[in-house]
Nanobody, 126 residues
Framework: QLQLGESGGGLVQSGGSLRLSCTAS????????IAWFRQAPGKEREGVSC????????IYADSVKGRFTISRDNGKNTVYLQMSSLKPEDTAMYYC???????????????????WGQGTQVTVSS
């Protein structure tokens, strides 16, 4: 059974940092594009960042560029999202997702992804 699990969320003050982890079970992340999405109450799910399977190429939403960093540790079958300089508007449920694609580059479009985790809550207080 293919599963993704997120961890690392929590409550942090504005300007603080958190590192989210996305760990796979039942499959190897090496061959998958991995993305992070977030969804705040009453809002649509939005793409945050992704990392491509082979090249390791990364993409970031404009709203997080320069503050968030995505990385992968294939040995641990885990992808990380390091979040710094957090703002109250970063408050959301954060999800990781996996896509096995022949295309070389990942995308941050929710409809493209096949497997999803249950999410981890990030709350940034002002």
């Amino acid at each position: 059974q293919l599963q993704l699990g997120e961890s690392g969320g929590g409550l942090v003050q504005s300007g603080g940092s958190l590192r989210l982890s996305c760990t796979a079970s039942g499959f190897t992340l090496d061959y998958y594009h991995i993305a992070w999405f977030r969804q705040a109450p009453g809002k649509e799910r939005e793409g945050v960042s992704c990392i491509s399977s082979t090249s390791g190429n990364t993409i970031y939403a404009d709203s997080v560029k320069g503050r968030f960093t995505i990385s992968r540790d294939n040995g641990k079958n885990t992808v990380y999202l390091q979040m710094s300089s957090l703002k109250p508007e970063d408050t959301a449920m954060y999800y990781c997702a996996a896509l096995r694609s022949k295309l070389p580059l990942c995308v941050i479009l929710p409809r493209e992804y096949d497997y999803w985790g249950q999410g981890t809550q990030v709350t940034v207080s002002s």
